[in-house]
């Protein structure tokens, strides 16, 4: 499977599903909680999913609302140690689990989200 046929396995449902797994866990984390925007978690909630679908071969929504991605960049306003990207990816291993999307299309997602996770590290 290529990375732009993802989202014809997954497709707008599974990604809203994964997202939304990932999400219900944020606000109660004691790490991740304080970071994102309590009043607009909502919001959050679809630039992840819009990004993902876009990057993995869905609708380009995100690069049309929010521009080029330039993610590391956009994550330099948050303290990113390895403590914050462990925590990050288990609430996504665990989402990812529990959104029971096709087992190759998780696999990759999983290698894509742990090494965007690493790189997105921006304090030591
Ligand atoms: C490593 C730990 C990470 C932390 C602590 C973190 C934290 C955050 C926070 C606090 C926001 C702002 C929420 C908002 O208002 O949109 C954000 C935005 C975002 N994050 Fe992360 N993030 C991490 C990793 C990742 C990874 C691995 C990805 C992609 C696979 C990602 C994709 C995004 C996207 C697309 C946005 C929206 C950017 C925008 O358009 O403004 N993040 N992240």
Redo the contacts with the bound molecule.
Sequence with gaps: MTEEEVFTSVGEEGFTRLVRAFYARVPGDAI?GP???AG?LA??EA??RD??IGRFGGPPR?IEQ?GH?R?RM??LP?T?DQA??D???AL?DRALDEARLPEEATSLLRE??HA??T???NRS
């Design positions: 991740l970071m994102y925007p607009d919001g959050a630039r992840l990004f993902l995100y929010r991605p993610l956009r994550h948050f990113i914050a990207r925590r990050w990816m996504m894509f989200f965007m996770a790189f997105m590290i």
